[in-house]
T-cell receptor, first 114, second 110 residues
Framework: SAVISQKPSRDICQRGTSLTIQCQVD?????MFWYRQQPGQSLTLIAT?????????ESGFVIDKFPISRPNLTFSTLTVSNMSPEDSSIYLC???????????FGPGTRLTVL | AQRVTQPEKLLSVFKGAPVELKCNYS??????LFWYVQYSRQRLQLLLR??SRESIKGFTADLNKGETSFHLKKPFAQEEDSAMYYC????????????FGKGTLLTVNP
């Protein structure tokens, strides 16, 4: 199955700044997904990123706050813009596993905003 | 709108005891359900999907459409089963958009 890596693994950022999280898959995948896991909460889908088209955002998430790039079939970035402490979360990248077996997840990026 | 409910935030059992982690869902379409597990310091990984109807690490889960449930069961818990378990619903068809429950932290005591 696909293996996903993410950078950075964690970061501490100041309010008002932006952070770009990178997601690399070791094989070509059509769809990539970005999730957020706030402290004590479950995973929430932010957006779906298809190569060659604009990302599709879920209700409550907007492109200005979470711009996503998908330049090729193995890579995606998520930017968390103009951060506030409420953005402190774990951000996870995901894609479909081999044979549509189910989603595969990256290790996550733990973001703390001061 | 779709929803996944895991009523127990914490579940503690003794080694060798049966364990059942509850999951209920709300979805107007045909559900596709999964159990994911996250062991300490490891990434989230797929444990079971209802379509495959197989047993992984001794765990099974049966989809009950009448009760809208997908409970995870194991007859004899092991200490290595201690982990966070998430029930998830695919509401996006082939797009695989997952809705997760809040998770149950299972602790298996020696």
């Amino acid at each position: 199955s696909a293996v996903i890596s993410q950078k950075p693994s964690r970061d501490i950022c100041q309010r008002g700044t932006s952070l770009t999280i990178q997601c690399q898959v070791d094989s070509q995948v059509t769809m990539m997904f970005w999730y957020r896991q706030q402290p004590g909460q479950s995973l929430t889908l932010i957006a779906t990123a298809n190569q060659g088209s604009e990302a599709t955002y879920e209700s409550g998430f907007v492109i200005d706050k979470f711009p996503i790039s998908r330049p090729n079939l193995t890579f995606s970035t998520l930017t968390v813009s103009n951060m506030s402490p409420e953005d402190s979360s774990i951000y996870l990248c995901s894609c479909m596993g081999t044979g549509n077996w189910g989603s595969v997840f990256g290790p996550g990026t733990r973001l703390t905003v001061l | 709108a779709q929803r996944v409910t895991q009523p127990e935030k914490l579940l503690s059992v003794f080694k060798g005891a049966p364990v059942e982690l509850k999951c209920n869902y709300s979805y107007s379409g045909s559900p596709e359900l999964f159990w994911y597990v996250q062991y300490s310091r490891q990434r989230l990984q797929l444990l079971l999907r209802h379509i495959s109807r197989e047993s992984i690490k001794g765990f099974t889960a049966d989809l009950n459409k009448g009760e809208t449930s997908f409970h995870l069961k194991k007859p004899f818990a092991q200490e290595e089963d201690s982990a966070m378990y998430y029930c998830a619903l695919n509401s996006g068809g082939s797009n695989y958009k997952l809705t997760f429950g809040k998770g149950t932290l299972l602790t298996v005591n020696p």
